[in-house]
């Protein structure tokens, strides 16, 4: 599918796969310096790192916004099926045009940049340019060099769970890599934080003193659970009951409720109950949990009275929260399940696998374009009875004649973008 904008920053900047992240950010701060510092310029930001339920938290955050009346810019990653899905200026998804011009500017800096350096110097320079009332900004990758930590003070910081994933970069170990994650933080700024583990809660906790953020911890300062059919919110100053996401997993509700708190930290913004009831059961996300309900892979999962769903999660914590998905999903419709599986060449096919192994009886595994690790690969790393297939509709069709009625394509967003490039749509 054509994509004229992701295809003008690679013409730029080279491509962005394995150079998301600038270790040295002295390139992009001059770029930005010749450019008029726009990321200093910017409506108050909310910026969320961690490493499972970022894109959730800022889809609750734009919807609870939405719902207050509140125009929002936001910067997030991946994309799904166009570069442009990660650059939304005030509530609005920019146009292709207009972040070609964005590029452009941010290429006559002559900074040697990476992609997401530029991907991140652009979306300041929209920002900047048009009136909102917040920014919420996805860190790419870590957080203490990451490009959109050049933001000198963010109104609100939040830390989503934090698990291994991009071990290669960030470190091997739950602590290497909630210090990066930590580096969010900010001298007397907000910084709302969900439910970690021990070994990362110690080093955020650490770091949040060391620079004397204002620190506010899940199951400490604020907790979200499910109550009486809702969701119940608590603060130190507050109590909200409001609906359920209408996101699945009980992971949600945490993010949800990280979500709101943050934008409850926010000064003179007024957000209301109403507004997060809203916005929590309002927000949706693509490739996250997301069920096909048209195209030709639902076509061909309807014949067969199945059901076929995507979810772009690709580390040990997400492969989790999908089995306890499709655990729910089995308690509501005992069915035979495929799992149809991709993953990128440099993740942790094991881990990933150990979690969800369990939840099907029948994985097939197959390619992931552009850094996708082999079909084998992956089928070994989920044992004996799994298979290999070269496509997703051949691994579909082989699900299907074997008895599957729900079927779970997963493992990577690239595969997530394959399935649902026939709709046209993320």
Same mark, same amino acid.
């Given at each position: ?27 992009? %701060? ?14 108050p930001v909310v910026h969320v790192a961690g ?68 991907? /991140?110097? !652009?979306?300041?320079?929209?920002? #900047? ?23 000198? %003070? ?23 890599? /909630? ?8 001298? @007397? ?34 907790? &979200?659970? /499910?109550?009486?059919? @809702? ?6 100053? %507050? ?10 997993? #009980?992971?949600?509700?945490?993010? !949800?409720?990280? &979500? ?12 209301? !109950?109403? /507004? ?36 772009? @999660? ?12 499709? *655990? ?9 399940? &495929? ?18 192994? @369990? ?17 084998? *690969? ?12 070269? *496509?997703?509709?051949? &691994? ?7 008895? !599957?009625?729900?079927v779970l394509i997963c493992g990577s967003f ?6 649902? *490039? ?5």
């Amino acid at each position: 599918m054509s994509d004229p904008a992701l295809a003008h920053f690679e013409t730029l900047f080279g491509p962005e796969f394995g150079h998301g992240k600038a270790l040295d950010l002295a390139p992009l %701060r001059r770029a930005l310096a010749k450019l008029d510092d726009p990321q200093d310029k910017l409506p108050p930001v909310v910026h969320v790192a961690g490493t499972n339920g970022k894109g959730s938290t800022i889809a609750f955050m734009r919807a609870i916004l939405q719902a207050s009346g509140l125009r929002a810019h936001a910067f997030t990653k991946p994309h799904i099926l166009h570069l442009r899905e990660r650059f939304v200026v005030a509530g609005e998804t920019v146009d292709d045009q207009v972040l070609i011009s964005a590029a452009d500017d941010v290429a006559r800096t002559r900074e040697p940049l990476t992609q997401f350096d530029a991907q /991140a110097a !652009a979306a300041f320079l929209l920002f #900047a340019e048009m009136p909102a009332d917040i920014v919420l900004l996805e860190v790419g990758m870590g957080g203490r060099n990451d490009s959109t930590n050049v933001v000198a %003070r963010p109104a609100v910081t939040a830390i989503t769970p934090i698990s291994l994933d991009h071990q290669d970069v960030l470190g091997g170990s739950l602590a290497e890599i /909630a210090a990066h994650k930590a580096g969010v933080t900010r001298r @007397g700024v907000p910084t709302i934080v969900a439910r970690q583990p021990d070994e990362a809660r110690d080093v955020i906790e650490a770091e949040a003193k060391r620079v004397d953020a204002l620190l506010q911890e899940q199951g400490v300062d604020w907790d &979200a659970y /499910a109550q009486a059919g @809702g969701l119940a919110l608590e603060t130190r100053a %507050r109590s909200l009951h409001v609906p359920l996401p209408a996101l699945m997993g #009980a992971h949600q509700i945490d993010n !949800a409720g990280l &979500a709101a708190v943050a934008l409850l930290s926010l000064e003179r913004t007024e957000i209301d !109950a109403r /507004a997060i009831g809203e916005g929590v059961a309002g927000a949706r996300l693509s490739g996250r949990m997301q069920a096909l309900t048209h195209g030709r892979l639902a076509g061909a999962a309807r014949a067969h009275d199945a059901e076929i769903w995507v979810d772009g @999660g690709h580390n040990a914590q997400a492969a989790a929260a999908l089995a306890q998905m499709l *655990s729910l999903l089995q308690r509501k419709r005992p069915v035979k399940t &495929a799992l149809i599986v991709g993953l990128r060449a440099r993740k942790d096919w094991a881990a990933f696998a150990k979690r969800l192994a @369990g939840s099907a009886a029948i994985v097939i595994a197959v390619p992931v374009a552009d850094g996708g690790a082999t079909p084998e *690969s992956v089928a070994a790393a989920f044992g004996a009875e799994a298979r290999t297939a070269n *496509s997703i509709d051949n &691994a579909l069709s082989r699900a299907l004649d074997e008895g !599957a009625q729900r079927v779970l394509i997963c493992g990577s967003f690239a595969l997530v973008a394959e399935a649902l *490039s026939d709709i046209g749509v993320a």
